[in-house]
T-cell receptor, first 117, second 111 residues
Framework: DAGVTQSPTHLIKTRGQQVTLRCSPK?????VSWYQQALGQGPQFIFQ???????QRGNFPDRFSGHQFPNYSSELNVNALLLGDSALYLC????????????????FGPGTRLLVL | GQNIDQPTEMTATEGAIVQINCTYQ??????LFWYQQHAGEAPTFLSY????GLEEKGRFSSFLSRSKGYSYLLLKELQMKDSASYLC????????????FGRGTSLIVHP
């Protein structure tokens, strides 16, 4: 049973560039959430995708956008990169319990470490 | 909003017991998660508590007191591989359920 996978594992970009990160959810999961984790901090929620739509969004600027595909995989795009965007980007998948009104346990991928120079 | 507080760092000796505390403030309670995160790796799920009391899973146990806004993770028979960051997370209320994470407690286990 494949877990959550992410690509690439590491990435180096310069200020002003754009980046796309990819995530495949755990088998059987239909919901993907993206988090940004700075060094020494806990993960900060960026947004969540379900049924190919953005379902929730955290306090991140519009430079951060995403997409979910019919096979539930997802992309995170960041435009006009800033030095402060350097972080570990984590993808987490879960099975939506929205209709049941329940809390979903999220399972994390290995992350993509982005360095902006 | 939600507020989560954990100690930044703890040290312990191999074979010992350590308790990592987490206090939280939330407008509506939907349970509390504990995750383990080794340096440079993804967080891995340890436990989810929604009712008061202690839940044991092998060497790891998690305790919750909703009235006190308090939880702890208890690690017994510490091993070197337990050196990691331990993250406390509380799902949002109002139907969102998106977890807010604390900064994590870095546990260092030494021989």
């Amino acid at each position: 049973d494949a877990g959550v996978t992410q690509s690439p594992t590491h990435l180096i970009k310069t200020r002003g560039q754009q980046v796309t990160l990819r995530c495949s959810p755990k088998s059987g999961h239909d919901t993907v959430s993206w988090y940004q984790q700075a060094l020494g901090q806990g993960p900060q929620f960026i947004f969540q995708y379900y049924e190919e739509e953005e379902r929730q969004r955290g306090n991140f600027p519009d430079r951060f956008s995403g997409h979910q595909f019919p096979n539930y995989s997802s992309e995170l795009n960041v435009n006009a990169l800033l030095l402060g965007d350097s972080a570990l980007y984590l993808c987490a998948s879960s099975f939506s319990l929205r209709l049941a009104g329940g809390v979903e346990t999220q399972y994390f991928g290995p992350g993509t470490r982005l360095l902006v120079l | 909003g939600q507020n989560i507080d954990q100690p930044t760092e703890m040290t312990a000796t191999e074979g010992a017991i350590v308790q990592i505390n987490c206090t939280y403030q939330t407008s509506g309670f939907n349970g509390l998660f504990w995750y383990q995160q080794h340096a440079g790796e993804a967080p891995t799920f340890l436990s989810y508590n929604v009712l008061d009391g202690l839940e044991e899973k092998g060497r790891f146990s998690s305790f919750l007191s909703r009235s006190k806004g308090y939880s702890y993770l208890l690690l017994k028979e510490l091993q070197m591989k337990d050196s990691a960051s331990y993250l406390c997370a509380v799902p949002a209320s109002g139907g969102s359920y998106i977890p807010t994470f604390g900064r994590g407690t870095s546990l260092i286990v030494h021989p």
